[in-house]
């Protein structure tokens, strides 16, 4: 039996150990790997079989054949067998020391297990705790149904067959039918609580992992339902998942907090094979990868980690590889899937997919402009009939392609990869998918969902025509219940949730009824008593924005039945009444006991009482300490009615019953708060410390009795033994005894412990359950007297008695309900259990001694929020956080009736009629109380206001008064008036009102900042949303005479299928030789090209180079010598051009010469235009039909089609749109020149009399439809207009804003558009008529002179100017009318245009629809489709492939041949070489030839790696023995022997030495010729593999290209399938039987008339060409004999010119020589051009000879002239030198003499002493320039300086004396 060694959890990632390293192990010993788990499981079986062999007997029941063992020992449950097996695997694993044969027996004896063992459930499951002799029966409580599921928890949904599921519920594991509804419970084995379920992919067996302390894993078999395996020691705590691998051998576990172990399991042995800590943070999910059971993967918060077992030399493990996030986020992976080459594919929690490989991020996988795959988490991700479906929490599935998600990989630094799911399904609104799982139904793809919304889906993902819409089959609530009512009357319930849902259940009939969802989740329930709702019909419900609705249940049956209405259900909830008391979450509502008062309470610690009779009118509210938890009415037991508030934080309040004050007390009242009640509190102050100190002195007192006790005995026993002696010893004894321990100390917690519920016990006095340190005890309190000196917060009150609860020290009770005879109390407690204790009611004290207790919600997080019981103490009901509602029976003697049901109140008369009242949606409404309060602040200041207009009213009478004041002044002389500043009480005052203006601006623009910002981006928005993609708006143009008008088109951007071209996997990959070739052509031709161009290049070269210059006598000698050569190969040249035309003439000639089986290509694509198109083809519905390859369409050929259609419809639209828009501009001018016309004929008339004037034509006017880009122009008038609009609506009711809301929005933009275009126009119209203003010049200046009488030539004048504008006037109104006919002329052109057009674009909408249905189609098809084409690509590129290489062998083994050839020719003139070097009559001769002939053994050194002796191994291997013999070695036997070391006596040695030459490469050239008929057979057997290959390929190829043809077959019979729209008049019709047109047109043809003409026409032509083609065969065929006879006289002729060439040249040259060779004869071209070049190398040699001959000259030239230069500068220095001696001496003299003479120098002698110093400083600088330029003239090609100049020269001359 194989050992595993597990892994430590410090092992799991030391040493930096990856992925790939343990991959490569891991292959390397895949195959011992996979070889040792199967031993490993196979020794198992086997050892399980041989002992059962032994100890067991096949059947239904196992027993053992040893009398040592105890059949109850294994028949029974697993606790004993299961203890020893585990502690045994426990040692082994432990230890992994070699134990004992008898000890190895031994524990194989105890772990073999019968394949047909099974537990007994009743010995497993837990029971519920009853008090010891208590006499409560086991099952007081009994399960009957479910209406909850934790919607939230992990795979909490599994399919055990077609019909059933399972999901976890508390303690209890649900199998639900489908079909039935009914529900089988399987309890708990631990009580603890279950952790996750898993399913064995045989659907045989199912797994519940459980949670507590080492919590076990039940394995049991479906369907009978019985514990086959039992796990044990996988965890501590819970365990987190379980997954089955492929083959369901194996079960992988992880646990939960803290220990995250991960376990492999061979499950069916129970026993672990590796065990290794899975992570340090929460492991989500483990799985095995389908693939390879030796990979895991495991997911968690903030990881993945990916596993392999790995065989090592200690043993088998787990190596894990922790993904490396790099530059992606970390996030938590709650989805991800295997694929099947090893890489896994993740989700992330913003959305997106992660490919994996290696341990790290391949590439992110997003959608289009870098959306996410989903909005939120990806909850899993699944394969299935190879496509990737990922399930997201934003309540989406999506389908995607697998062969793109598998071969994703990122193509830039941002590591993200665009694409597009398949297809999606949307499953509703607020949808949260949590996980998935396939219903195995047969032709159907329908799956479970689990919603964590609290639903249950079946989706249907075949998304095809028939695709059933997603079908929610349960509903529940989700997250945790908060509150729950049972109906005083009958069976039914009422739950509320934070998921804003009310529901209804029917608990006798187990039977959901009703729902209603509104805003906010419900926080608190009850059901209204009887005394306020007799038929028990309404519940109260608050909810967490403080809102309380008042709901009514009814039966919809018996309402009045309407035509059309859905079907009825079996009840229904009508909102009855809402009130908004509070401000914070309610959290209890209590009906006073007489239903007088409803008392509400809320976290915003407030209690508020409404008065019931009077539809809930508020009565007033108190303030509470702190938070309220309950609230309890007094019983009808108390002698008055009072309410018990509970508050959280400790306090308990009473309050009386309200004061109801008159309507006109509460008139006048600011606030609802009720200040004068009497109220009791009691501040709870821990006493538990306490308690628990008077138990251990209890406890002690009761032990010291004891003692005394044994004392007191052990005395006298003493004194009767020992007498004196004895009692000095016990007093000895006495004093050597320990000192007491001390008390425990008095603690009281800082903050004080919650006060989770209580009830009334007397009136005065109540009892609590606290939560926290104070948990454990029941207390018992009474309010204290009143204090009103003291603060509430400050006192501290202790309960004055308690009740000890046993194990509930961390467990305290929640909730308390009784039942209606008071003889129970039923408890929920914090764990999720039911405790009921059984009172005496005969004790009016609170005796709770026995109980029943029994786990039944969640232990971790299903703490009870509701309990209650039924209105006849038959049912209890539950509701729990971990969203499960269980219902039971209670214990009683008398029998439940069969198929009860709840009756459901029927509904009030008129209940249909009532109006539905408003509710409260928005969470920020005002509460009862501010909206009181609000309506006293705006009472106030609506006052202030009022004083504010009183005193405005003032300052303005004040500011008229200044006004007048100011006008009086300005009538004033300007020296008695008052200046501006006079008026000024103070010049600050008016800077500081401008300063606080601008101050007060921008605050306002500060604050309106995010306002105007938050508008922008609404508007850009919007802009974006509706304009952006507009690329034209309607505009309307309207006819000014007729009602005709016309409206373009409303023209979004292209479509996507304009734009974007996607590639087809069906065009054919060009193959390598077809590339081979290509590049070859181009090769060759560049090279071509690239001699051509050298060659010109040289030439040009040549020809730059020839330049006129004077020539030399050996030049003209060169360049003769050049020319006669260039004559001779020019000559040459053109003989050998001539033979080579010839050659080329007569290769084209054969070339033109056709073949054989020559074809002429007009005759072949003729034949192939007729093969195509002409014959009796098949129609493309026929079965047989073959789509032609240019026929073939696929999906993105079809977008093509359709973006082309859409590009096509597009232009046309827009054509025409521009159409109209210049029709519109048309008509805004004729508006313009008619208003300009209409302007002159008014002033024309201004001057004639009334009774000759002409009605002047009205002018057309700009409709708003006509500019509709105005609407969105505005100014501030426009929204100073909008927002009035707004005020106003704002301040309607509700219904005035339906009706008038869309029209006042719509009608300003209207009006200020159409006002504007009339403002455009007019001052258009303006600037246009003042051209006219020149009419009326002279009717103004006619005005003038009005009142003088007009003179004869005055009244000409006046008459001629009237017919003049009488002709004006009716020219103008003419033309007015011509304008306005011309332009709705044109507009009904254009319009019947645009009718045509319309028809059109009908027309293209029908075919893109038909065109858009196709590409879906095609998109279906696509998929396989391109794996055809795949497929059907590379076999045509293998294929290609293998003829290419045929190709090349063949190639090679043509190379090889003449390789071989020209090697025969070598052997050849070898022998004949050697031939003729013996000459004749050699009598040597055959010796000589022996020896070049003999066949000798050579060795063929081979290089060899390694040291000596290798080499002499493979030397003495490599031996070959040399078989060749020669074909000419006919004389000699091979047998005869003969020493060919010695040459015979007078032999000549050197053809000796030449023979063993020869033979030498005799050899040489056999073993190359050996060598080379080897690699030809190599090649044949290369060549015939090929062909064989080929042929299969080819046969694939044809396979794959049928089956390719048989799927296009398919799609074009889908295609035909589709519907085709096609208009038709009635006059197309011509299928008429009877004269009458048949109702069905199925089988009729639609054909258009042009195809139908070119048809008959086609039969004309037909016949035609038939009669031509018959006569041009006839041609043909005479032409053809005519040629042949031609042919065979120039075939004579060319004999007889043969013979003739033969005799001349016999009879010139004496035999037959070759004509082309002596035409080509000519000097030798290398030696000639030899002798030119050394011509001009000589004559080169020369000219630089002379050259550097006269450059020496020159040298020697200057060389002597710079010596004579350089002695006469010597000369010179020497002069100098003595001159300086001379002037040194004479100034010596003269100091000597004549410095004594005068007291100070005088003037002349310090003039002179300057002038020598700068003498001899000038001469000092003169001989050392010289001294350097005779030390440069010493050295060789020194440089020559010209002569220092003195610098200050030219100043000496002036000053020389």
Request: overall charge negative.
């Amino acid at each position: 039996m194989l050992t595993e060694e597990m892994k430590e959890p410090g092992d799991q990632d030391t040493d930096g150990r990856r992925l790939d390293r343990s991959k490569s192990d891991g292959k390397r010993s895949q195959g011992s790997l996979k070889a040792a788990l199967r031993s490993a499981v196979r020794e198992d079986n086997k050892v399980l079989e041989d002992a059962t062999d032994e100890t067991y007997i096949e059947g239904g029941e196992s027993h053992l054949e040893d009398d040592d063992y105890d059949m109850e020992h294994l028949e029974g449950s697993s606790s004993s067998f299961q203890d020893d097996y585990m502690g045994n695997i426990g040692d082994s694993q432990n230890m992994g020391a070699p134990t004992p044969a008898s000890e190895e027996a031994e524990e194989k004896v105890k772990k073999k297990i019968s394949e047909n063992f099974f537990y007994d459930y009743t010995e497993l499951v837990s029971m519920p705790f009853v008090t010891p002799d208590s006499n409560i029966p086991l099952d007081l409580l009994t399960l009957v149904h479910s209406f909850g599921y934790d919607c939230r928890k992990r795979a909490n949904l599994q399919l055990l067959d077609s019909n059933t599921v399972t999901y976890i519920a508390g303690n209890q594991l649900i199998l639900l039918n489908l079909k039935t509804k009914e529900q089988m419970y399987l309890r708990s084995i631990s009580g603890r609580g279950i952790g996750v379920i898993g399913v064995h992919p045989d659907k045989t067996y199912f797994t519940v992992a459980e949670k507590g302390v080492f919590p076990k894993i039940i394995i049991y078999e479906y369907p009978s339902l019985r514990p086959y395996r039992i796990l044990h020691d996988g965890t501590e705590l819970g365990y987190a998942y379980v997954d089955f691998n492929y083959n369901g051998t194996l079960l992988a576990s992880v646990g939960s907090n803290p220990d995250y172990t991960l376990t492999i399991w061979n499950w069916k042995e129970e026993q672990p094979i590796l065990r290794t800590k899975a992570f340090s943070q929460e492991v989500f999910k483990v799985t095995f990868n389908p693939e390879d059971d030796e990979q895991l993967t495991t997911s968690g918060s903030g990881h993945i980690k990916f596993w392999e077992m790995a065989l090592t030399f200690t043993g088998l493990k787990l190596q894990g590889s922790l993904g490396r996030f790099g530059k992606t986020a970390t996030t938590d992976i709650e989805g991800y899937m295997e694929l099947p080459d090893g890489k896994v594919l993740s989700g992330s929690e913003w959305g997106n997919m992660l490919l994996w490989e290696g341990g790290l991020i391949k590439v992110e996988l997003c959608r289009a402009a870098r959306k996410s795959c989903h909005q939120g988490p990806i909850n899993q991700i699944m394969l299935d009939e190879g496509e990737v479906i990922t399930i997201g929490a934003d309540g989406c599935i999506r389908i995607w392609d697998f062969e793109t998600v598998d071969t994703a990989d990122s193509i830039d630094d941002t590591g993200l990869l665009e694409i597009e799911p398949i297809n999606e399904l949307q499953v509703g609104k607020n949808v949260k998918l949590f996980s998935m799982i396939k219903m195995k139904e047969i032709g159907s793809n329908f799956w479970l969902a689990q919603d964590a919304s609290g639903a249950i889906w079946k989706l249907d993902l075949s998304f095809s025509n028939i695709t059933q819409d997603p079908d929610c089959l349960f509903s529940f609530h989700s997250g945790a219940v908060e509150a729950l009512a049972v109906s005083p009357l009958t069976y039914l319930m009422a739950t509320t949730a934070l998921d804003c849902s009310v529901r209804i259940y029917d608990f006798a009939s187990k039977t959901p009824l009703a729902q209603m969802k509104f805003k906010q989740g419900g926080t608190a329930l009850a059901w209204v008593p009887r005394l306020v709702s007799y038929t028990g019909a309404q519940i109260i419900v608050g909810f967490e924005d403080g809102v309380v609705r008042i709901l009514e249940l009814y039966d919809p049956k018996g309402l009045t039945v309407f035509a059309g209405r859905k079907k009825i259900s079996d009840a229904d909830i009508n909102l009855r009444q809402v009130f908004k008391p509070h401000t914070a979450r309610v959290t209890a509502l209590a009906y006073e006991r007489d239903g007088e008062i409803l008392a509400t309470g809320s976290k915003d610690q407030t209690v508020f009482f409404f008065e019931v009779e009077k539809d809930y009118k508020p009565i007033g509210y108190i303030t509470t300490p702190g938070p309220v938890r309950q609230l309890i009415w007094s019983s009808n037991s108390h002698p008055d009615s009072t309410l018990l508030i509970i508050c959280e934080n400790g306090y308990v309040l009473e309050t009386p019953f309200p004061t109801i004050k008159e309507e006109e007390e509460n008139r006048d009242v600011v606030s609802y708060e009720i200040k004068d009640m009497h109220i009791k509190c009691f501040h709870f102050s821990s006493v538990k410390s306490k308690i628990l100190r008077l138990i251990e002195i209890e406890k002690r007192k009761t032990l010291k009795k004891l003692k005394e006790k044994e004392k007191e005995e052990r005395r006298k026993q003493l004194a009767a033994e020992k007498g004196e002696d004895g009692e000095k010893e016990l007093q000895a004894e006495e004093e050597e005894e320990e000192q007491e321990e001390p008390l425990p100390e008095i603690f009281i917690p800082s903050t004080p412990c919650r006060i989770l519920c209580g009830f009334y016990s007397e009136p005065g006095k109540f009892w609590v359950s606290l939560g926290g340190y104070d948990a454990g005890f029941l207390y018992h309190c009474e309010f204290p007297l009143s204090d009103k000196s003291s603060a509430i917060t400050k006192k501290k009150d202790e309960p004055f008695d308690f009740r000890l609860l046993e194990d509930t020290e961390d467990n305290p009770i929640q909730t308390i309900t009784f039942s209606i005879h008071q003889d129970m109390m039923f408890c929920g407690m914090q764990n999720g259990a039911i405790r009921v204790y059984i009172l005496n009611q005969d004790n009016p004290s609170l005796m709770i001694e026995d109980y029943w207790h029994f786990n039944i919600h969640d232990n971790n997080y299903g703490c009870i929020k509701g309990i209650s019981t039924s209105f006849d103490d038959r049912f209890l009901v539950t509701t729990g956080a971990d969203s499960n509602i269980f219902v039971f029976t209670i214990f009683s003697e008398f029998e439940l009736k069969k198929d009860i049901r709840a009756k459901v109140p029927s509904p009030r008369f008129g209940i249909e009629t009532e109006p539905i009242p408003e509710d409260i949606e928005d969470p920020k409404a005002y509460s009862i109380e501010n909206a009181r309060r609000k309506r006293e602040h705006d009472k106030l200041m609506k006052e202030v206001e009022e004083i504010k207009a009183g005193k405005r009213e003032k300052l303005k009478a004040l500011r008229n008064e200044f006004w007048k004041l100011l006008e009086m002044n300005q009538g004033l002389p300007k020296h008695m008036q008052f200046k501006q500043t006079d008026f000024d009480i103070d010049s600050k005052i008016r800077a500081e009102i401008g300063r606080k203006t601008a101050f007060k601006i921008q605050q306002v623009e500060k604050e309106l900042a995010w306002e105007k910002e938050k508008h922008q981006l609404g508007l850009m928005k919007l802009q974006n949303r509706f304009r952006e993609s507009l690329e034209s708006d309607t505009i309307v143009v309207h006819a000014i005479q007729s009602d005709h008008k016309i409206s373009s088109y409303r023209l979004v951007k292209p479509s996507k299928y304009s734009k974007s071209k996607r590639t087809s996997l069906s065009d054919r990959r060009t193959s390598k030789m077809e590339r081979f070739e290509k590049e070859g052509a181009g090769r060759k031709d560049s090279q071509k090209d690239t001699d051509g161009r050298i060659s010109v290049e040289e030439e040009s070269i040549i020809e730059k180079g020839k330049k006129f210059r004077p020539k030399t006598l050996s030049e003209i000698i060169v360049e003769n010598q050049i020319e006669k050569t260039r004559k001779l190969i020019l000559k040459a040249e053109r003989a050998q051009l001539k033979i080579q035309q010839r050659k080329k003439e007569w290769e084209d000639l054969y070339k033109s010469k056709p073949q054989d089986d020559f074809e002429d290509p007009k005759d072949v694509q003729a034949i192939k235009e007729a093969q195509l198109y002409m014959g009796d083809f098949n129609l493309k519905t026929a079965s047989d039909y073959k789509i032609p390859e240019h026929m073939r369409i696929n999906a993105a050929k079809k977008e093509e089609e359709l973006g082309h259609l859409d590009s096509v419809a597009h232009s046309k639209k827009k054509n025409m749109n521009k159409c109209i828009l210049s029709l519109r501009d048309l008509k805004v001018a004729v508006i313009e020149e008619i208003q300009c016309l209409v302007q002159e004929l008014k002033d024309i008339q201004s001057t004639l009399h009334v009774s000759k004037h002409i009605p002047i034509p009205q002018v057309p006017q700009i409709h708003p439809e006509e500019v509709p880009e105005k609407r969105f122009q505005y100014d501030e008038e426009t929204l100073l207009n909008f927002k009035r609009q707004q005020m106003k609506i704002q301040d309607e009711t509700s219904s005035q804003l339906e009706q008038g809301g869309s029209a006042g929005s719509g009608g300003g933009f209207l009006r200020l558009s159409s006002r504007k275009d009339g403002d455009l126009t007019t001052r258009d119209s303006l600037s246009r008529s003042s051209k006219a203003s020149a009419f009326c010049v002279d009717t103004a200046k006619l005005l003038e002179f009005e009142k003088a009488d007009p003179i004869d030539i005055e009244l000409e004048i006046m008459k001629r100017d009237e017919i003049k504008y009488l002709y004006m006037q009716q020219y103008l109104t003419n033309r007015i009318k011509e304008l306005i006919v011309t332009f709705d002329a044109e507009l009904r052109v254009l319009r019947h245009q645009k009718l045509k057009l319309d028809t059109q674009m009908k027309l293209s909408d029908l075919h893109h629809v038909t065109l858009f249905q196709e590409m879906l189609l095609l998109k279906n098809f696509e998929k396989q489709e391109n794996v055809l084409q795949e497929r059907v690509n590379s076999l045509d590129k293998e294929e290609q492939d293998m003829q290419w290489k045929i190709n090349e062998t063949l190639k090679e083994m043509e190379e090889k041949k003449n390789e071989i050839a020209k090697l025969q020719d070598q052997e050849k003139a070898l022998y004949a070489g050697f031939q003729a070097a013996l000459g004749e009559n050699n009598k040597f001769a055959n010796f000589l030839m022996k020896v070049l002939k003999k066949r000798i053994k050579r060795v063929k050194k081979k290089e060899v790696e390694g040291d000596a002796e290798e080499d002499e191994d493979s030397d003495e291997s490599s031996e070959e023995e040399s078989s060749l013999e020669s074909d000419e070695d006919e004389s000699g036997s091979d047998d005869e022997v003969f020493d060919d070391s010695i040459c015979p006596t007078n032999c000549d040695v050197g053809l000796f030495e030449l023979a063993l030459q020869l033979r030498e490469k005799r050899l040489d050239i056999e073993e190359a010729l050996v060598e080379e008929k080897k690699i030809i057979d190599n090649l044949k057997k290369e060549h015939d593999t090929l062909s064989k290959k080929v042929k299969v390929v080819a046969t694939n190829l044809n396979v794959a290209e049928e089956a390719l043809e048989a799927y296009q077959r398919e799609k074009q019979q889908r295609l035909n399938e589709l519907l085709v729209v096609i208009p038709l008049k009635l006059h197309q019709v011509e299928h008429v039987v009877f004269g009458e047109i048949p109702n069905d047109l199925s089988g009729t043809l639609v054909f258009s008339n042009h195809s139908l003409g070119r048809l008959q026409e086609r039969i004309i032509q037909l016949h035609e060409e038939n009669s031509k083609q018959q006569k041009l065969n006839k041609e043909c065929r005479e032409r053809r004999k005519q040629l042949i006879r031609e042919k065979r006289e120039m075939a004579k002729t060319i004999s007889k010119m043969e013979e003739t060439v033969h005799q001349l040249m016999v009879s010139k040259f004496g035999r037959v020589i070759d004509l082309e060779a002596l035409q080509t004869l000519s000097v030798n071209t290398t030696l000639e051009e030899l002798k030119i070049k050394k011509l001009r190398k000589e004559l080169t040699n020369a000219k630089e000879m002379k050259m550097w001959e006269e450059k020496i000259a020159q040298v020697r030239w200057k060389l002597m002239m710079k010596t004579k230069e350089h002695t006469k500068k010597l000369h010179q220095m020497n002069d100098l030198c003595i001159e300086k001696k001379k002037l040194d001496s004479r100034l010596n003299t003269l100091q000597n003499q004549q410095g004594n003479a005068f007291q100070g120098p005088r003037k002349a002698d310090i003039v002179a002493r300057e002038k020598v110093t700068e003498l001899i400083q000038l001469q000092a600088e003169r001989i050392l320039a010289l001294k350097e330029e005779i030390a440069l003239l010493r050295k060789k090609g020194g440089l020559i300086l010209p002569p220092i100049q003195p610098p200050q020269e030219k100043e000496m001359k002036p000053m020389g004396l």
